[in-house]
């Protein structure tokens, strides 16, 4: 069955179907892929087959490829965004995952949240370090140091008040692939609304947190959601699963993050969208949606009068733009007549520069001896 093409209608941004029959086909055949080629690298190197367990499995991902007609950003963003996802990568209840929480200061109030009764024994249990930004900032400021707190968690959190300072504080360690870029997460409660509008007052002393169960649930939330790390292209991969998991679990993220996705930060929805594919690590992409529509406005269309050029219009003359016509342009020289000429500067002999300037002042003595006898049959 051909990948769906369901489009939207010209103008509007609304979307006519999505063909789940093609998802759960393409998923289906994509597990399948991934552990035949497994099986098959199994038989050829004669070690074991990585996924014939399921805990190695559950390590090779399934990646969502959303394909669009503009650029979704003009910069790269380092704030991955949240889609939450209806069968969750990661869960408090995965064992050996360890996470580390950044927030605002002081440090110890949030650690005295975490260790509260009302939160969660088991999320507590995950939770392997509490810092400030302040604290952060003093300890990890070295390479060696970042390096160590990378390897030492698999989630960072951090609180939104201070996500865009981070950047600057961890540096290309955590920053120069997306894999454990801190997740921005709120810890802080809403302010109150006066007269319709949400104004917070300060108070000295004061730590603006939130309730141990809300910042549980954000964690939580956080840990898993899909993550959509935003850059300036046209292509965006998303980790929606993996080679472990059903067919039907992967249909299900599929449609759950490209709806989001779509409509919280592609331009213009689904117009916008060329077309969603799924793929693993070392596979092809398997189409699930594409548009037939290939450009979004009619500007960024250029018309060609004169129909399709097949050739280059090389020694004929160009399309005049008023009352005169300029000239055509010069052929360049055939390969064949460069070699020829090369040929021939080599097969010239070098020049005798003594032998030509014995021949000139010979010609110089003919003039001066001739000279000579012209005058004396003058004087005569």
Avoid at 170 to 181: A, H, I, M, S
Avoid at 208 to 235: F, Q, R
Avoid at 277 to 302: C, F, N, R, S, Y
Wanted: net charge positive.
């Amino acid at each position: 069955m051909s990948p769906s093409k369901a489009v939207a209608v010209v103008g509007s941004a609304e979307l006519v179907v999505i063909n789940p029959d093609q998802t759960i086909k393409a998923s289906k055949a994509l597990l399948s892929h991934i552990k035949k080629a497994a099986a098959e690298q199994t038989e050829e190197s004669g070690k074991k087959n990585l996924l014939g367990d399921d805990d190695d499995a559950a390590e090779t991902p399934v990646w969502l490829n959303v394909t669009t007609k503009r650029h979704i950003t003009d910069k790269a963003r380092l704030q991955p965004g949240k889609i939450a996802l209806p069968h969750p990568l990661l869960s408090a209840e995965t064992e050996q995952l360890s996470i580390c929480l950044i927030t605002a200061d002081p440090q110890r109030a949030y650690k005295n949240i975490v260790d509260a009764e009302e939160f969660p024994a088991d999320l507590r249990s995950k939770i392997g370090r509490v810092i400030d930004v302040t604290k952060l900032k003093a300890k990890f400021s070295q390479y060696e140091a970042q390096r160590k707190l990378y390897a030492e968690h698999d989630v960072f959190l951090a609180d939104d008040r201070i996500i865009n300072r981070l950047p600057k504080i961890l540096g290309k360690t955590f920053y120069k692939t997306t894999q454990k870029r801190p997740i921005p997460v709120i810890f802080q409660t809403k302010a109150p609304k006066v007269d319709g509008k949400r104004k917070r007052t300060k108070t000295e002393g004061e730590v603006n947190a939130a309730s141990p169960e809300k910042i549980a649930k954000e964690i939580t939330k956080a840990i898993g959601s899909a993550l959509v790390s935003l850059s300036p292209t046209a292509n965006i991969a998303i980790r929606i699963g993996f080679a472990n998991w059903t067919a039907d679990q992967i249909a299900e993220n599929v449609e759950a993050v490209s709806n989001a996705l779509v409509e919280k930060w592609v331009p213009q929805k689904w117009r916008g969208v060329k077309s969603i594919h799924i793929k693993g690590p070392q596979t092809v992409a398997l189409p699930i949606w594409m548009t037939d529509e290939l450009w979004v406005d009619d500007k960024d269309v250029i018309a060609n009068e004169d129909g399709p050029t097949t050739k280059a219009n090389i020694g004929k003359k160009r399309k005049s733009t008023g009352d005169k016509e300029e000239p055509a342009a010069e052929s360049p020289a055939p390969k064949k007549a460069k070699k020829a000429a090369a040929a021939d500067n080599k097969a010239k002999p070098a020049g005798n520069d003594d032998k030509l300037d014995q021949q000139i002042a010979e010609r110089k003595s003919k003039l001066r001896s001739a000279k000579a006898k012209s005058r004396k049959s003058m004087d005569a």
